[in-house]
């Protein structure tokens, strides 16, 4: 669908700016591709890095058939009120806003206007994401193919309800934080043992690049991948006995569960 659209992104920050590189990359035109920036020296970054144009809001809500939301939720409410009179109903709208359902874009958008929810991470900018997608109401198969499309060059996608989503954002949209916390926190154990702080972290940060890699390429569940490793009475099993006596694996069920609520009371914030 490369060159059949033209997308516009509003509210160009990072995760906006990734996505216009990943259009770029899996060959939308540059002059298929728009962009807003609320400072002038942020838009003329845009433009000289990826050749794209640069408009106001209104301009890239009467030139794009694709207009993507990046702007921070709190933010939304006064975009919506002053461009949603101003999307033709023909405009799909994707929303990549943390928290915000479709049915917060609809209240605001000319009645018929497809809405498409997407919540992706911050990989995205080494195009190894994961990126959930749910409709609207009013949005087609083919509308969700085409953002499927417009995200698959920044890493997977999967098509979830939307009621999935805040359970999404809790784990796959904040996730990338919970894994460089534990990363922060070998690296200091392996200070405390005695090991170099850059010899601790390239050794950890090796075993979670080759531990994702097994468990993505084996297909083993991740149970099996770690009893493979605990030898009767070893190194290992020790190790997994404090975790589990910190009660660990229930505190991460607990983060996750609060991550999911507060991503619902963002939600409440503002429908």
């Known amino acids: 669908m490369a060159g059949e659209h ?18 770029l990359r899996a060959g939308w035109p540059a002059g298929r591709l728009l962009a807003t920036a609320r400072r002038p020296e942020r838009a003329e970054e845009l433009a000289v890095r990826y ?17 993507t939301i990046a702007v921070k939720p709190q933010d939304a409410p006064a975009l919506l009120a002053a461009l949603g009179p101003k999307v033709g109903r023909d405009v799909v709208v994707v929303s990549i806003c943390a928290g915000l359902p479709t049915s917060f874009f609809e209240k605001h958008l000319p ?16 195009d190894q994401a994961m ?13 969700l193919a085409l953002a499927e499309e417009m ?11 939307e009621s999935q989503q805040d359970a999404v954002t809790a784990l796959s949209g904040s996730g990338p934080a919970y894994i460089y916390y ?48 605990t030898s ?10 404090e975790l589990e006596d910190h009660k660990v694996r229930a505190a991460l069920i607990a ?12 939600a409440a914030d503002y429908t």
Not at 153 to 159: D, H, Q
């Open 255 to 266: 983060a996750l569960e609060a991550a999911r609520d507060r991503a619902r009371e963002i």
């Open 6 to 23: 033209t997308v516009a992104v509003v509210g160009a920050g990072k995760m906006g700016e990734t996505l216009l590189s990943g259009l």
């Open 111 to 126: 009645s018929g206007t497809p809405v498409i929810r997407v919540m992706s991470n911050t990989p995205a900018m080494v």
């Open 182 to 229: 534990l990363v922060e926190a070998m690296t200091d154990a392996g200070i405390l043992l005695g090991l170099p702080r850059q010899v601790a972290y390239e050794l950890i940060l090796q075993t979670v690049i080759g531990s994702a890699a097994m468990l993505r390429d084996s297909g083993e569940h991740p149970v099996k991948l770690r009893e493979a490793v």
């Open 131 to 143: 990126t959930a997608i749910s409709g609207g109401t009013h949005a087609t198969a083919e509308q």
């Open 151 to 161: 995200f698959r060059p920044l890493g997977r996608t999967i098509r979830l309800p």
């Open 51 to 67: 050749g794209v144009r640069v408009v106001d809001n209104d301009e890239a809500a009467a030139s794009a058939d694709v207009l």
């Open 232 to 241: 009767p009475a070893g190194t290992t099993i020790n190790a997994i006995r």
